[in-house]
């Protein structure tokens, strides 16, 4: 288990992690789910911010899901035994039980949240691109995305009970001042809204007359 101590020198998750083993489980869709992590690496939805890739992808499994870890580099080889399986949340306690051998993403608890109230789901896939927070208000007439107004902090507890409310029925919210989040009924249709959004918020940042 990792120690307040270590918690406090720049690792961002805000919940406590509790390993119960060093290695994953590995399943059928791990392999379409480290395609996708280079997809968003290699598209610049996972930009790199102080050495680490910006974002983070999840799937659900009959445990709980598959996330990747915190401060993970994307497309630096990863291979299926540096994901981590998250098999319990606890609300209460603010702590998450795992199975890996780093701590998972620091925005767990708001995957977690979405599939909990999203049985639908099968995918979430946090990403941060700049073009599409800079015509947000576009892409939302477009689109059929929430647009939450209120920013708040990463990893909170508020921030994934919000942002799950705030995303509904829909499969594209745009988190103010941070990124967005697409998810699908397969890794996917997640994969394939996040790209379409993606290219359109690029296509009208090269537009001269884009507001």
């Given at each position: 288990m ?13 919940f ?9 489980n590995?399943?059928a869709?791990?392999?379409?789910f480290l395609?996708?992590?280079?997809v ?7 930009p ?25 580099r ?14 319990r ?9 795992y199975l890996?051998?780093?701590p998972?993403?620091s ?5 977690g949240?979405?599939f ?8 979430v ?19 059929d995305?929430?647009c939450?107004?209120r920013?708040?902090?990463?990893g ?11 995303l509904?029925?829909?499969g ?40």
């Amino acid at each position: 288990m990792t120690s307040p101590e270590d918690r406090e020198c720049g690792t961002r998750f805000k919940f406590l992690p509790v390993q119960r083993d060093r290695k994953p489980n590995r399943y059928a869709r791990t392999e379409r789910f480290l395609y996708w992590c280079n997809v968003f690496d290699e598209a610049g939805m996972a930009p790199m911010e102080g050495g680490a890739s910006a974002g983070n992808l999840s799937f659900r499994t009959p445990a709980g899901f598959v996330i990747t870890p915190t401060r993970a580099r994307l497309k630096a080889g990863m291979g299926w035994e540096s994901l981590v399986e998250v098999v319990r949340s606890d609300w209460h306690g603010y702590a998450l039980h795992y199975l890996g051998e780093r701590p998972p993403s620091s925005d767990s608890f708001l995957h977690g949240k979405i599939f909990a109230v999203r049985p639908d789901v099968e995918a979430v896939f946090h990403g941060h691109d700049d073009s599409v927070l800079r015509h947000a208000g576009r892409l939302a007439e477009e689109f059929d995305i929430a647009c939450p107004s209120r920013e708040i902090a990463f990893g909170t507890r508020e921030d994934a009970e919000e942002t799950a409310t705030a995303l509904g029925g829909k499969g594209y919210l745009i988190r103010k001042g941070h990124g967005f989040v697409a998810v699908g009924r397969t890794l996917d249709e997640a994969g394939q809204l996040a790209i379409r959004i993606h290219r359109r918020a690029v296509e009208l940042s090269r537009d001269p007359d884009s507001p």
